[in-house]
Every structure is written in C-alpha cells, then in structure tokens.
C-alpha cells in the first residue's frame, strides 16, 4: 500500500547563474539551526570546489537536509549553467518540487527556461522565490508576469500556473508572501514548502528499489551513489541487485556496507532508510548514474531519461614544449590518462577516448565551460599538458546528411552595439529570431547559431559591446551544416628563436599588433607571444638585444615605453587558439603555441594542407 511520507520533504533549488540560489541555501541552512549561534560560516557554504567560490558558480549539484518544525526537508542545490544541465536533469529524480529563484531585476532568463521546462516535463509543482527585493532596481511586479509568461510558454498546465509566489533577499535571510510585508526571516519560505510540496511516496511494504541519481567520489571510500528510496527499505549489509533501465544485461549482485542519510552539511551513517529518504551509499565500485538497487527476488529498474550527449571536443596531450616537465608535478601520458578517466567518475556528461597515440587524449563535454572548469582544476592540481582548439562533435542522418549541434543564443546588450552584435553573428551563420527592447536602453536578441559559430566569439563580443554585453546560451537541437566559418580575421606573432624576451625585441615587435608576453618571459621558437594587426602569421625576434656602439649606452633601453601586453585568461586563450595551434597549460602559465615548432616543416605543412 502506497504511503506518505509527511515527515520529509525534498525539493530542488534551481534557477538562472547568480541569481542567488547558493546564497538562499545558506540562509535556510543557518536559519533552521543547522550552525551554532557562534559558529563562523563562510558564505556560499555550498560551493565546495575552489572554482565554484571564485566564478561564483555551482558546477556539482549538492545535498543538503534542514529541519523544520519536525520535518527533514532535503535540498539539492543545483548548477544553472546549460553546460551543466546533464546534473539538473539527473537530480530532478529525486524530488517532489522545485524552487525557483528568479532575480527581481533581471527576471527569467536562458537557463530559467532551461531548468524550469525539465522540472514541468516531469510534473513537479513549481514554488517562485523572486529574490533580491532589496535591490534598488528591482522591480518584483513586472518579474511576477515575465515570470507566468514563460509558464504559459513552456505548455504549463493550469495547477502548475497556480503557483505560490515567495519574495527573498536571500543576502538579508528574509522572505515575505506580500509585497507590502515588513519581512523578519525566512519562516514563510519554509512554510510555503511544507504546505506546496507533496510529501513522498512509496510503498514500505513492497521490495527495495533506489534509483541513484547522482555520484560522488571521494579518495578513501571511492564512489558513493546518492538516490532516493522509492520503494521499500533499505538496510546496511542488505544484498541487492544493480540494474539498468538502459541496459537490460546488467545485474550485479552487491552488499550495502554503509548508508548515510544528509544532515545539515554533513553525511550521517544510517543503519536503515525507508521510502522518501535521501541516502548515499559508499562501497559499490561499479556503481553508475541511472541504476537501480533492487530486492534480488524482484529486480525491476527504474526508468530514467538518458544523459544529454557532449556536443564539442578537445584533445589533452601530453606537454612536449621545450620549456615541458619545469612546471608541473604530473607531466606523463600516464599521469594524464589516470586524471582523465578518474573524472568520468563524477561527471557523467564527459567522454574521454583513447587515440592512435599513448601522448593523447580526445575529451568530449557539454561546451567550452564545461571543458575549462575541467583544465582549470587539473592545471591546480599540478598537472602540465597542451590542448587543441576546441572542435564541434558532428551527427549524421539517415541519409548521410551532417548534422552539427545548434545553439540559442539570448543576448542583452545596449542599443548602439545591436548593428555589430548583428552583423558579427550573422557572419558566423546566425539566424535573428527575434529582437525586443528590453529595459534601461537595452535591447534583447534571440539568435538560432551552430555551436562551432560561438566558439572564440565571447571575448570579441566583450570587446564590441565595450563589456557591457550578456551573451547566454542553451543547446537547442542538431541541425543542417551551416557551411563553412571564417574564424579569426588576425594572425599570430611567432617567436623566432628560444631565450628571453627583451625589451627591445618586444619593442620592435609591438609595432606589428598586440603583444602577449613581458620582458623577462621565457620563450621558445614557435611559441605565439602576441597576436598580428593583419591575416597572416608573422616571426618575430623578441630576444633580440640592441647593437652597441660607441655613442650609444645600453641605458638607451629604458626609454623604450612598452605598452602592456594583453593578459590572457584561460577562457581567452581557448578562445583564441586556432586549428594550428595549440595552448599549453602548467600550474603557473599558459602558453599559446604552433602544434609544428620548427617554421621549416611548418611552411611545408601550410603549403601541403593548402595544395590539396
């Protein structure tokens, strides 16, 4: 017989990036009494990972449980960037109801739709939280209907429209259900949950069934699966059996050795958890997103959509620069392959494939984020190796057709730039779907553009729109190839030879375009340390030192006035290398390079490449 569970609730907290989820977790956190009144708490407690706290991003999504007047409400803090999506639509399994954070100045945004359109196509009911009322640009009743707008949009049905509105300023720790409310804390958010959100269900009597829905890894215990008790009970030395939905082969007979239910921040061992729980289990090594934990007597899997496919590429190789192995701790092809697929142990939306080559690695994810966050932990974690521009993964129809995957792209920018903005995506294939002026001078357009079309672009559109732009953007579907993109309309400035570089080499060399690199840098012969003014790719002499004659004293130097280098972050410079080139990446610098050092062999490359 089929049971409530009253005492728990579990929701996701989902939302648009920075619209202040992470921060609103905090606050439910510290209001329940999950911290002691004179414990320290740093903000965005959530955000574990050294990444997540400086981009101020959620990249993993996260368990936590607070209780409120007797009932266990388990949150799971959610990622709101698309290249992350695969996490949102996984954990979306194991709730009963969604919270939605929407910023009450900007109002809905790209990835509002995203999420919210998963939580409606698996019929969860919908609590708004309009946050940051305390701004003084907010304008929380306009945000009310841009916000049942996109409900009707997204084919709401009409219990999912009659949804129960909260006003946050979750930096404050306060809530209100009327706007002309004096808010005190966030008692009527916690409240609106108890009452909106149904209770899970289940049957305690029927056999075991958990469907595990996230996976996370930790060095001493390995993986642990996080699901939900659907049905049954679950017990620590219970024997079950691992099934799959998508693969009817698999079952695997297994013991739980330990279980822990989530406590504030904190795991908690658990002897037994029934229907509704929340649970992590540790001691399964072939445990995978998507399985069930069955009863042996009756196996039956739980059905789950499959993890969306990674749409672009890069290749890790092993660092083979003259300058390698002087930064980085693991600089082996097999320090390389044991990070790369140690990753696959979380990350599911991730693939990594051998080649014909032990130096490299082809990496497939969700988007140029996706891959960065991935480069950016690794370079920390002291490890030294190159990687190739990033390329497209293509699909072909049943009539051979190719088929490349397509983005929408929603751009907030001042009305000046919009002509640019125009003319530089329609170059790169975009198609204008739509264009509305938006508020404050700003006008809003909505573009359908291949995802090869947004590669590089980012740092252009920052500089066309003086940084005053927002470009956001969610896979759309795949679609007819585009035809050929010109990509980047500069050449690269070349190192001729391998030394220092001086500040008269530069000198010189900065009359050709935009310079890299200071004096002082180590550099080699094929390196690229600036960017040409013109197409083509030029050498220069930057360790080239002045000649001294009798008039003239080396002092002479100091007066040449260098102007400073363009500095590029590792997002820029993913952006920037093209198909030649490649970006090497140690735990102290980036460096651009030619894939061919030697300029011989690569004039010959070009001309052959070129000729055929």
């Known amino acids: 017989m089929r049971i409530k569970r009253e005492d728990i609730r579990n929701i996701a907290i989902i939302a648009h990036v920075d619209h202040g989820k992470t921060t609103l977790v905090d606050e439910l956190l510290k209001q329940s009494g999950v911290f002691r009144s004179n414990q320290t708490v740093q903000e965005r407690v959530m955000d574990s990972n050294d990444i997540e706290r400086e981009r101020g991003i959620t990249i993993l999504s996260k368990n936590t449980a607070v209780y409120y007047e007797g009932v266990k409400i388990n949150i799971i803090d959610t990622p709101g960037h698309a290249d992350f999506g695969g996490e949102v639509e996984r954990v979306l399994k194991m709730v009963n109801g969604v919270v939605l954070v929407v910023d009450a100045?900007?109002?809905?945004?790209?990835?509002?739709?995203?999420?919210?359109?998963?939580?409606?196509?698996?019929?969860?009911?919908?609590?708004?939280?309009?946050?940051?009322?305390?701004r003084p640009e907010a304008r929380?009743?306009?945000?009310?209907?841009?916000?049942?707008?996109?409900?009707?949009?997204?084919?709401?049905?009409?219990?999912?429209?009659?949804?129960?509105?909260?006003?946050?300023?979750?930096?404050?720790?306060?809530?209100?259900?009327?706007?002309?409310?004096s808010p005190e804390n966030m008692k009527p958010l916690f409240e609106t949950i108890i009452d909106y959100i149904p209770a899970p269900e289940g049957d305690p009597e029927e056999s075991t069934q958990v469907l595990i829905s996230t996976i996370d890894y930790n060095e001493y215990v390995g993986r642990i699966g996080v699901g939900k008790v659907d049905n049954g009970a679950i017990k620590v030395n219970q024997e079950v059996v691992l099934v799959n939905a998508h693969d009817p082969e698999k079952s695997q007979k297994v013991k739980i050795s330990k279980?822990?239910?989530?406590?504030?921040?904190?795991?908690?061992?658990?002897?037994?958890?029934?229907?509704?729980?929340?649970?992590?289990i540790s001691g399964i090594a072939d445990i995978h997103i998507g399985d069930t934990l069955c009863s042996p007597e009756n196996p039956r899997p739980i059905s789950f959509q499959k993890i969306s496919e990674p749409t672009i590429a890069m290749h890790f190789i092993v660092n083979d620069s003259p300058l390698a192995g002087q930064e980085g701790k693991y600089i082996t092809?097999?320090?390389?392959?044991?990070?790369?697929?140690?990753?696959?142990?979380?990350?599911?939306?991730l693939r990594v494939e051998e080649t014909d080559t032990t130096e490299s690695f082809k990496v497939s994810g969700r988007?140029?984020?996706?891959?960065?966050?991935?480069?950016?932990?690794?370079?920390?974690?002291?490890?030294?190796?190159?990687?190739s521009k990033a390329e497209v993964l293509y699909h072909h129809d049943e009539k051979g057709h190719q088929l490349e995957p397509m983005e929408r792209a929603i751009i907030d920018v001042p009305d000046e730039f919009t002509g640019t903005v125009i003319d530089k995506l329609s170059q790169r294939k975009g198609e204008l779907q739509g264009m509305s002026n938006g508020n404050g001078g700003y006008a809003r357009l909505e573009f359908i553009i291949p995802s090869r079309g947004l590669i590089g672009y980012r740092g252009e559109f920052l500089t066309d729109t003086k940084g005053n732009g927002i470009i956001n953007t969610l896979f759309e579907d795949y679609g007819p190839y585009k035809g050929d993109i010109q990509y980047r309309k500069q050449g690269s400035l070349i190192a001729y030879e391998s030394g220092e570089a001086i500040t008269y080499?530069?000198?010189?060399?900065?009359?050709?375009?935009?310079?890299?690199?200071?004096?002082?840098?180590?550099?080699?012969?094929?390196?690229?340390?600036?960017?040409?003014?013109?197409?083509?790719?030029i050498e220069v002499n930057v360790c080239k030192r002045k000649q001294l004659t009798n008039t003239r004293s080396s002092s002479a130097d100091e007066s040449l006035k260098l102007v400073t280098p363009k500095n590029l972050s590792l997002e820029q410079a993913l952006e920037f290398i093209d198909t030649d080139e490649l970006l090497e990446v140690t735990p102290q610098n980036l460096r651009i390079r030619k894939k061919i050092l030697d300029p011989t062999l690569r004039m010959r490359s070009k001309r052959n490449s070129q000729s055929k």
């Open 333 to 349: 092809s097999r320090h390389l392959r044991d990070r790369l697929f140690r990753e696959l142990n979380t990350d599911v939306s």
């Open 505 to 537: 080499g530069l000198f010189n060399a900065q009359e050709r375009g935009t310079l890299f690199i200071q004096p002082g840098v180590k550099v080699y012969s094929g390196m690229v340390i600036g960017q040409n003014g013109k197409a083509e790719d």
């Open 367 to 387: 988007g140029e984020l996706h891959l960065s966050v991935l480069i950016e932990n690794m370079r920390r974690e002291g490890y030294e190796f190159a990687v």
């Open 105 to 134: 100045f900007e109002g809905p945004m790209p990835q509002t739709k995203f999420v919210l359109k998963k939580a409606l196509e698996l019929d969860l009911p919908v609590i708004v939280c309009i946050n940051k009322i305390d």
């Open 140 to 181: 929380p009743k306009e945000v009310i209907d841009e916000v049942l707008e996109l409900f009707i949009e997204l084919d709401a049905s009409e219990d999912q429209l009659d949804c129960p509105f909260v006003f946050a300023s979750a930096k404050s720790g306060v809530a209100i259900l009327e706007l002309n409310e």
């Open 259 to 280: 279980l822990y239910e989530f406590e504030g921040l904190k795991k908690v061992e658990v002897n037994e958890a029934s229907i509704g729980a929340i649970v992590a």
